[in-house]
């Protein structure tokens, strides 16, 4: 066996369609929520220990095997460096215990939560489920994580590089804890933003989880606006971006679009899981017997990409060519990743998909995007945005 074949063997593409591929294959099997702690808890000993020779030269082999670089896809925004416009989306490294090796995955940023102030334990359990054939999932976790706490001390063990040195960016995200009410929302939020600013490069007002309840009234016009007002009072405040629901009306997401705009938001985040459907209301959860419509959660993956894109679509054009956009819901391949970015997405994330097609998504795309740069003459990603180019 030569090297070449040998290093094949090993890559993480070939490990990923060997293993865990049969495993996603099917609606039953393993539970999904089961799968995703035993690859976090390897990934958070990976990233504690990352310096120590056996880890680190599987890092590095990692990051080799995914990494994807050239300067035209790279940008300056929210004050930050982004490598390439590819970021996780929240809500995989609820704790940010692998915060400091995002970077090995090929990821030019990295988004850490939903965090809360209380650390809770979500909603009861089977709480994720895989819809296999429609490349989509239904979650109802319900914002189950450490608390803010926590998640200080697990950065801080990680020794991840101050703001503005790291390879990858890092946001958080942060959600209103379940048993603060709405009225103390803002206050909450604050706690947990104060707590942990000096690690995030942005920040995320997460206002659009289904499985909080009430937590979508704050996407309301007026308490949005007292929510980013108390916010901003922070000393050392990072960038502020909200995150919306795909499931808001045309107008409503202008409305949002103008609030971002008057109250000098760094960007919006489009789109969160839908409570929507999305002709899969008939669809049978083995696990449960129910069916979808039936079913409590938010669905993302593949069924989702038709309305995020609409909604960047549409945020484009409401508010204007200058505020950031990051596009998520759906993105599994080069072709949408495109479509989202040329309708205006200024940088995009991918949860589902990535857990579908694997670790070499992230090459996949990138490569995809440096090909319709050339294609379409652009010197750099950020003329692609908003262009309407089509993919070519
Ligand atoms: C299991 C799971 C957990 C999620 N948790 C969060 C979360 O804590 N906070 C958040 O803002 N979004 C969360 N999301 C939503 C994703 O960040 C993303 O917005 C959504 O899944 C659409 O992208 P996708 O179709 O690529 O998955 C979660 C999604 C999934 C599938």
């Known amino acids: 066996m030569n090297n070449r074949s040998r290093a094949k063997l090993i890559s993480s593409e070939f490990l990923y369609k060997q293993f865990i591929s049969p495993i996603l294959a099917r609606d039953e099997g393993i539970d999904a929520e089961q799968l995703t702690q035993i690859t976090l808890k390897s990934l958070s000993q990976a990233s504690l220990y990352r310096s120590f020779p056996g880890i680190s030269h599987a890092l590095a082999h990692l990051a080799n095997e995914l990494k994807h670089e050239n300067k035209k896809l ?3 925004l929210l004050g930050c460096h982004f490598k390439n416009p590819i970021g996780l989306a929240a809500g995989f490294d609820k704790n940010g215990i692998a915060a400091s090796i995002w970077d090995k995955f090929g990821f030019g940023f990295a988004e850490l939560g939903t965090v809360t102030w209380h650390p809770q334990s979500g909603n009861p359990k089977p709480r994720l489920f895989r819809l296999a054939e429609e490349k989509a999932a239904l979650n109802r976790l319900g914002f189950n994580n450490d608390g803010a706490m926590t998640m200080k001390k697990t950065l801080e063990r990680q020794k991840i590089l101050p703001c503005g040195n790291r390879p990858c ?11 603060t009410s709405l009225s103390q929302a803002a206050d909450d939020y604050a706690s947990s933003l104060e707590l942990l600013s000096s690690f995030a490069d942005y920040a995320v007002i997460n206002v659009s989880s289904p499985n909080t309840p009430g937590l979508r009234q704050l996407q309301d016009a007026q ?4 929510l980013i007002k108390r916010l901003r009072r922070l000393p050392a405040c990072p960038p502020l971006l909200v995150k919306i629901a795909p499931d808001l009306s045309n107008d409503q997401v ?3 679009a103008q609030v971002a705009f008057q109250e000098g938001l760094a960007g919006i985040i489009a789109v969160n899981t839908s409570l929507n459907r999305l002709g899969l209301e008939d669809r049978v959860i083995p696990q449960t ?7 409590e959660g ?3 993956g593949r069924p989702l990409c038709g309305r995020a894109l609409e909604i960047i679509r549409r945020l484009r054009k409401s508010a204007g060519q200058s505020l950031p956009l990051i596009g998520v ?16 997405a200024s940088l995009i994330q991918v949860y589902t998909g990535w857990i579908f097609q694997g670790p070499s998504l992230v090459p996949n795309i990138l490569e995809g995007l440096e090909y319709q740069l050339n294609r379409h003459g652009f010197h750099n990603i950020s003329e692609a945005i908003g262009s309407e180019a089509p993919w070519i």
């Open 74 to 76: 790279e940008q300056r």
């Open 169 to 179: 960016v890092i946001g958080i995200n942060f959600g209103k804890s379940k048993k």
């Open 223 to 226: 308490q949005l606006r007292r």
């Open 254 to 256: 202008d409305g949002l």
């Open 289 to 295: 017997g129910r069916i979808l419509r039936d079913e």
């Open 298 to 300: 938010g669905l993302s």
């Open 329 to 344: 819901g759906g993105i599994d391949s080069p072709q949408n990743a495109w479509e989202r970015i040329t309708a205006g």
